[in-house]
T-cell receptor
Framework: QKEVEQNSGPLSVPEGAIASLNCTYSDRVSQSFFWYRQYSGKSPELIMSIYSNGDKEDGRFTAQLNKASQYVSLLIRDSQPSDSATYLC???????????FGSGTRLSIRP | NAGVMQNPRHLVRRRGQEARLRCSPMKGHSHVYWYRQLPEEGLKFMVY????????ESGMPKERFSAEFPKEGPSILRIQQVVRGDSAAYFC???????????????FGAGSRLTVL
């Protein structure tokens, strides 16, 4: 079982709609959870970090964490073409040393 | 605030040569991570270092690869006797490493793209 799993996509969403990205992780004692965005040929950039159960909102982005289900998601409201990118879920391991990334979900926002 | 600086951005090597990739963390960051990314794939953890100390190298191949983060100067990822399969983008990231909620938030450099001929 992969440590961090994401649907590779591509996920196609019409402009203005809500994009929902999902991630599951295997280490039950993981403590820190992140969503990064990576444009083609560029480096990853942080969108959100979340550390406790529930929702965390930042502008059009909402991260949701459910530690009991080992599940973290990212919602993007009012999707824009500029949101088209690969979204990487990342989780700290139980020792809080290394950060493990999922393989990413490609999101495409169609005008 | 220069951010995470990686060089070279592009490196071409022939099989059997050595590749050295450098990473200077953000100002105030004391922790460095190295990741490898193959085309259309995710980031694979390689190694996590503090100054003069390797914290976790569980993702490093057992042979030909080494990393260091000396007291002075940048972190270096060294690949000896490169093979074609080493061709990839190598990303460095740094974090504050302080005992607070932002301790392990990573900031990435632009990456070094290694091509092995």
């Amino acid at each position: 079982q992969k440590e961090v799993e994401q649907n590779s996509g591509p996920l196609s969403v019409p402009e203005g709609a809500i994009a929902s990205l999902n991630c599951t992780y295997s280490d039950r004692v993981s403590q820190s959870f992140f969503w990064y965005r990576q444009y083609s040929g560029k480096s990853p950039e942080l969108i959100m970090s979340i550390y406790s159960n529930g929702d965390k909102e930042d502008g059009r982005f909402t991260a949701q964490l459910n530690k009991a289900s080992q599940y973290v998601s990212l919602l993007i409201r009012d999707s824009q073409p500029s949101d088209s990118a690969t979204y990487l879920c990342a989780v700290s391991d139980s020792s809080a040393s290394k950060i493990i990334f999922g393989s990413g979900t490609r999101l495409s926002i169609r005008p | 605030n220069a951010g995470v600086m990686q060089n070279p951005r592009h490196l071409v090597r022939r099989r059997g040569q050595e590749a050295r990739l450098r990473c200077s963390p953000m100002k105030g960051h004391s922790h460095v991570y190295w990741y490898r990314q193959l085309p259309e794939e995710g980031l694979k953890f390689m190694v996590y270092l503090q100054k003069e100390n390797i914290i976790d190298e569980s993702g490093m191949p057992k042979e030909r690869f080494s990393a260091e983060f000396p007291k002075e100067g940048p972190s270096i990822l060294r690949i000896q006797q490169v093979v074609r399969g080493d061709s990839a983008a190598y990303f460095c990231a740094s974090s504050p490493g302080q005992a607070d909620s932002g301790a392990n938030v990573l900031t990435f450099g632009a990456g070094s793209r290694l091509t092995v001929l």
